[in-house]
């Protein structure tokens, strides 16, 4: 038994005691252990599920302990992985001991601590004891983690064994060839016939999906269009003109804050119609990307992700104000705003604004796709590199960034309007600082500068915490810490961006019908 | 007089960087403005490639006053600076880098010829279009970026520091091409630290010191000034 071997497992099994012991304090076992009823469909009562499923959740985080210290070992022995796991789940069950101790203490004694900490109710540390009598749970709460950083460890050295490698070798062997396979067919040769099929499968599911997953899914899947053109704009200012712009929220509350007042019988009954608002809401907001824009020509980086901040709270805190509740509706917001017409047919249901939703969705798509690959685009890339070679290039620079501010806030300008239009609703508060760090996360999460990691990146933010609403209170945490995991294993984004490369042809004859734009990685 | 640099003064905010600087460049020559570190060079350059603007005195080229002209415009006119070290693109393609370097030419037959041309002066860059630019050796690197300069179609072309960080024998090489683009009629504005080099190559040549020209003449004779050899090539006589 050496030194690095006892004070690596030591450390483990430390770490994820604590881990426990926080999740303990913040009822997380209980919330994880009822979604393990769910899932199992064992009606619960209250708040506590039953305490077999806590156990569960006992025995899968020491089972992770053991799996984690058991990894670290190098030498491929049985019996070292085994002992690492021991340790670490032997650590950790030691600290829930002694969690528990304190806990079957304050049960006995009823003794009542929701004044400090809110979910530690005597139901839930009885629970947390698995309902046993207070020797018993104490034993169980150690003898659990124990045991499961055991079973880690085992499994982790049995993982290791040639079979086991051998077999999951292969499979990965199988999945990798198969994806090698679609990307052959879907290049090349084939590659029309493919993009053929898809397209029309993806048209299909585009037409027929909204009127079919109801309203839920409808409001849900809206809701990440709308951010999928916010983070199309973004992505136009950041990442590919190279300006970090923090305040973009703005620029979407001028788009949904013209389209309520234009169309809601409070403050001022104007009504003018969706789709002259929405144009209106469009311009207004690029217009405020170049008035924006003027000041901070001179600035780079870090200082003008400060201005735009700026910028970004006074728009929302003007529209809160007292001094404009008269024009804005004030920190009350405006409602009941209209909703559009088509050929004077109301175009208003569920399944009208997801299609206008994904109308908005191609179009910025199709114009920021255009942009990227064109001249402007490589100017901005080139401003991006370097400014002031752009410069010596003769890139005119102003120009160019003030071009990227002004459409990136066109973009914003039109997820406001429809956003706006379709919840009825707009408010000072939907334009908090936190909806531009929402766009400017999905971005980076999906991965700068190209239209699928933003998608994925809009369904990863927006669509993942509707989804993980069964988490209540523990969606942020949640959240956070999938966030904190991917910016460590994928820094780039998921879908890192590829370079597009004007292709020239190896052989010069073939001059004309070579010369494409592909992707070189 | 292709360019004629009349008692300039440039100030970043409150610092006096150039102070009462003048010198001219003739049509089909080299000229090379030397000086230690913080001399002014680089700030010459970048007031004559509309990156800075004087406070005071004028650029002229070709007869027009450009000292306050924009950069692209500048460009547009056929002055071309290549930046102190190495600045290319470096996520951009070889290919994308020279296209950038054409940036202000709208005619595509135009842009393919100088690609042409270019790829045959260095023939190394033909065989990496494809690369991204950040992985190419600080020698290609600076041939990218001088090509990327004439891709603009210069007529003068202002070089920052062409052998910066280079190996000997790589500054030999680029100090030849540097020669044939000569021969090939383009004017250069040539700033050095490595003034044995740049002298060598040059018609004239222009000494600077904490902003102000201090000695100026045909190059062959400040290689054999005492004051330069004392000051710049280490006190050795040259041959």
């Known amino acids: ?43 619960q009562s209250g708040s506590i599920p039953a305490s077999i499923f806590l156990v569960l959740y006992c025995a899968l985080l020491g089972v992770w302990a053991g799996y984690s210290a058991a990894k670290k070992e190098d030498a491929n022995v049985f019996g070292r992985k085994l002992v690492r796991g ?11 001991a002694v969690v528990s101790i304190i806990f079957a203490v304050l049960v006995t ?68 060839g198969g994806l090698e396979k679609i990307r052959y067919c879907t290049s090349g040769k084939y590659h029309l016939l493919f993009k053929i099929i898809f397209l029309v499968v993806l048209a299909a599911a585009i037409f027929f999906l909204p009127t079919k997953w109801g309203s839920y899914w409808n409001y849900v899947i809206g809701t990440v269009g709308i951010y999928v053109i916010l983070g199309l704009g973004l992505n136009l200012i950041v990442g590919l003109s190279g300006q970090l712009v923090l305040g973009y929220i703005a620029f979407f509350a001028i788009g949904a804050y013209t389209m309520a007042l234009l169309n809601a019988p409070e403050p001022h009954n104007l009504m003018w119609g969706f789709w002259p608002a929405l144009a209106l809401g469009v311009v207004l907001a690029a217009f405020a990307g170049i008035l924006l824009g003027l000041p901070l020509m001179r600035l780079r980086g870090d ?68 942009l990227k690959h064109s001249r402007t685009g490589r100017a901005w890339l080139s401003i991006r590199e370097d400014e002031t070679v752009a410069r010596a290039s003769g890139v005119n620079t102003v120009k160019y960034k003030l071009l990227a501010l002004a459409l990136g806030a066109a973009f914003a300008g039109l997820a406001g309007g429809i956003f706006a239009s379709r919840n009825q609703f707009t408010g000072p508060d939907e334009h908090a600082l936190m909806a531009s760090i929402n766009v400017l996360s999905l971005i980076i999460v999906g991965g700068m500068g190209n239209i699928p990691g933003t998608i994925l990146g809009a369904f990863a933010l927006k669509g ?54 592909s992707h070189v990685d | 007089m292709i360019l004629n640099v009349e008692n300039i003064n440039v100030h970043y905010g409150a610092i006096h960087a150039l102070r009462e600087v003048s010198f001219t460049l003739s049509k089909g020559e080299i000229v090379a403005l030397i000086g230690a570190n913080g001399a002014g060079k680089s700030t010459s ?27 692209q415009e ?76 004439l891709m603009a179609g210069p007529k003068v072309l202002l ?42 190559i040059a018609d004239r040549g222009y000494v600077l010191d904490t902003g102000r020209v201090v000695l100026q003449g045909i190059a062959d004779d400040l290689l054999h000034n005492p004051f330069v050899i004392n000051a710049y090539l280490g006190g050795e006589t040259t041959e």
């Open chain 2, 159 to 200: 070089l920052d520091e062409p052998s910066m960080g280079l190996a000997p024998i790589l500054v030999e090489q680029i100090f030849d091409i540097i020669r044939e683009i000569n021969d090939s009629g383009t004017s250069i504005l040539l700033v050095e630290q490595n003034a044995l080099m740049a002298l060598s």
């Open chain 1, 1 to 43: 038994m050496n030194k690095t071997l006892l004070s690596q497992s030591l450390r483990v099994g430390i770490t994820f005691g604590v881990i426990h012991l926080f999740l303990l304090l913040i009822g997380f076992n209980a919330m994880l252990g009822s979604l393990f009823a769910d899932i199992a469909r064992v009606k």
């Open chain 1, 464 to 517: 993942l915490p509707e989804i993980l609403r069964e988490f209540a209170n523990f969606r942020l945490l949640a959240f956070g810490a999938l966030l904190v995991v991917m910016m460590l294993s994928r820094p780039e984004g998921l879908i890192p961006s590829r370079r597009p490369t004007l292709q020239i042809p190896e052989d010069p004859q073939s001059d004309e019908e070579n010369k494409e734009v």
């Open chain 2, 45 to 71: 350059l970048n007031t004559v490639s509309g990156l800075l603007h004087p406070t005071s005195g004028k650029v002229v080229y070709l007869g027009e006053d450009i000292s306050n002209t924009s950069p």
């Open chain 2, 74 to 149: 500048i460009v547009r006119r056929g002055i071309v600076q290549v930046p102190e070290g190495r600045k290319i693109f470096a996520k951009m393609s070889v290919w994308e880098n020279l296209e950038m370097g054409a940036y202000t030419v709208s005619d595509r037959k135009v842009v393919d010829e100088r690609m042409e041309s270019v790829f045959m002066r260095f023939p190394r860059l033909k065989e990496r279009r494809n690369q991204p630019g950040g992985t190419l050796s600080g020698g290609e690197q600076q041939m990218l970026a001088i090509a990327r300069g």
């Open chain 1, 109 to 176: 004694n009823k003794i009542d601590p929701r004044k400090y900490l809110a979910v530690l109710s005597l139901d839930f540390m009885r629970a947390s004891l698995f309902n046993l009598p207070v020797v018993q749970g104490v034993a169980a709460n150690f003898g659990v983690l124990a045991g499961a950083g055991l079973a880690g460890g085992l499994l982790t050295a049995l993982s290791s064994f040639s079979k086991v490698k051998h077999a999951w070798k292969n499979f990965a062997g199988l999945v990798k």
């Open chain 1, 303 to 370: 200082y003008l992700a400060i201005v735009t901040l700026g910028f970004g709270e006074i728009i929302r805190i003007l529209l809160k104000s007292d001094l404009m509740t008269s024009f804005t509706g004030g920190p009350r917001g405006i409602q009941d705003i209209k909703g559009p017409t088509i050929f004077g047919q109301p175009f208003n249901t569920d399944v009208n604004f997801m299609y206008l939703i994904i109308g908005g969705v191609l179009i910025s798509m199709f114009i920021y796709n255009r």
């Open chain 1, 86 to 96: 021991l340790i670490a789940g032997t650590v950790a069950g030691l600290i829930s």
